[in-house]
């Protein structure tokens, strides 16, 4: 049996339908032999918000004031029962005077509301559920929809899990199990909200909650506790060269979902392996945590430990890094910065949003305004010393999906092309530079059709040239 403070708060809680019988045994049963208060379980598991746990609390103060008597704590641990629920407890007259010394009046207005309410039923469907079953299933997404059934990405290919669709009032329970009573705040504020989640026996998940038409959806994307090495990515062995780099810029490149955020997490993990160096990172969210090895890493939110990209960036320059790795290079701002840091003798890693070598250069010279062009082509010319941009390419049998990677690494006579306006011409470079480490994408997915891994129909949808695999 619960101590009397726990039971009384359980009775309330069921009474006043904050939560149901299902979640109370469920916190109960985390609860286990644990000193910490029931309402602090409830509070652990998403079951209830902070304002509803203050609340509760009160209420319970006042419910064993006039209760007497203790159950015995030799009896097992047990969640209060739905049947016997507490008793409303009326609240004191308007003219009865307030007492002193300590407070136990039961406030005089309803439980306070979660941001999000959920739909409470019997056998409702959890997020623990869900990414137990997205881990389980090794997918590299969960997607969550109102009005939808469940799908997980698996191999690429989004696949629904037969459990019906799931109403906007599910949905919004399911996606409140993710937030805390601030977080909620923000989605119903912003109606979007990224956000990085670590779930007890299951992991870290990159999280994005976003409201549509038909409520609110959210997509999950599990991320190894860990980061990745090269070998396990299917990375080659090459790539290795991009850690030998001490200044200068280097970007990752690729549609969203390409494995760009990992590639990096694994180069990043090399040279925290290899190298004495002071490592800042700027993410939204911290997607891989590094722990200590050889660097000394500090890793900071955007929006959380910091209001923006550019701010974390203007104030690492003070911060004696040695390597500064940015999540998303997103605008004029952070791309200059980025550049900044490079000429001035750091090495900077980031990740764009764009689909090969060539026009990843393009598109960094081109958020800048005219006048500022050739100041800017010298620039990045200089301080430019890699791109890496990549897809991540289905298998024949579908089960999973192989890198396929271009690679570009800046010699004088790239630096030269790319002061001189002749960005276009660069390609003719890769083609000859294999001995350099050098590769263009098709070559890549080439080498996996030649090798019997992906079939040519396969190799057509994702070749800057299709009818090379006709």
Request: charged content about 20%; aromatic content about 4%; some cysteine.
């Amino acid at each position: 049996m619960p101590s009397p403070e726990d039971a009384a708060l359980g009775k309330i809680a069921l009474h006043y339908k904050l939560v149901t019988q299902d979640a109370l045994n469920a916190a109960v049963q985390r609860q286990g032999a644990s000193p910490k208060p029931l309402g602090d379980v409830l509070l652990e598991l998403k079951v209830i918000s902070l304002e509803q746990l203050k609340w509760l609390q009160q209420a319970q103060a006042q419910y064993l004031a006039k209760q007497g008597g203790a159950p015995s704590p030799s009896a097992p641990r047990t969640a209060p029962s739905a049947q016997a629920p507490a008793p409303a407890p009326a609240a004191p007259p308007p003219s009865a005077p307030r007492p002193q010394g300590h407070v136990v009046n039961l406030p005089t207005s309803a439980p306070p509301p979660a941001p999000i309410q959920p739909a409470p039923r019997a056998g409702a469907i959890t997020l623990t559920d869900v990414l137990a079953k997205a881990v389980e299933a090794r997918a590299s997404d969960v997607h969550i929809h109102s009005g939808a059934p469940l799908q997980l990405r698996i191999g690429g290919v989004l696949k629904e899990l037969k459990l019906g669709q799931l109403t906007p009032a599910e949905v919004e329970a399911i996606i409140r199990q993710g937030l805390t009573p601030a977080e909620q705040k923000i989605l119903e504020e912003q109606q979007d909200y990224d956000v990085a989640l670590v779930m007890p026996g299951l992991g870290r998940f990159r999280a994005s909650f976003y409201k549509q038409q038909r409520g609110y959806d959210a997509v999950f994307r599990p991320i190894p506790l860990n980061p990745p090495t090269l070998g396990e990515l299917g990375l080659p062995s090459t790539l290795e060269k991009l850690a030998d780099f001490h200044q200068g810029l280097v970007l990752f490149t690729g549609p969203a979902g390409s494995g760009k955020s990992s590639t990096l997490a694994a180069i990043v993990n090399m040279l925290n392996e290899s190298r004495k160096d002071h490592i800042i990172t700027v993410e939204d969210p911290i997607e891989y945590v590094y722990s200590k090895k050889q660097c000394v890493v500090n890793q900071r939110q955007a929006g959380k430990h910091t209001l923006s990209f550019a701010n974390a960036l203007r104030a690492a320059l003070r911060e004696d890094p040695d390597i500064i790795v940015i999540g998303e290079l997103r605008d004029l701002e952070t791309i200059q910065l980025a550049i900044t840091a490079a000429e001035t003798g750091h090495l900077v890693l980031g990740t764009l949003h764009t689909n090969n070598a060539i026009r990843t250069i393009n598109r960094v010279l081109d958020v800048f305004p005219p006048k500022q062009q050739s100041q800017i082509r010298a620039m990045v010319s200089e301080s430019l010393r890699a791109i890496v941009s990549q897809r991540l390419i289905p298998t024949i049998d579908g089960a999973r999906r192989l890198p396929a990677l271009e690679v570009l690494y800046v010699k004088p006579s790239v630096s030269n092309l790319i002061r001189e306006e002749k960005t276009f011409q660069i390609r003719s470079i890769m083609q000859t530079g294999r001995g350099d480490g050098m590769t263009l994408l098709d070559d890549s997915i080439a080498d996996l059709v030649k090798t019997g891994q992906v079939n040519k129909e396969t190799a057509r949808r994702f070749a800057e040239d299709p009818k090379r695999f006709a």
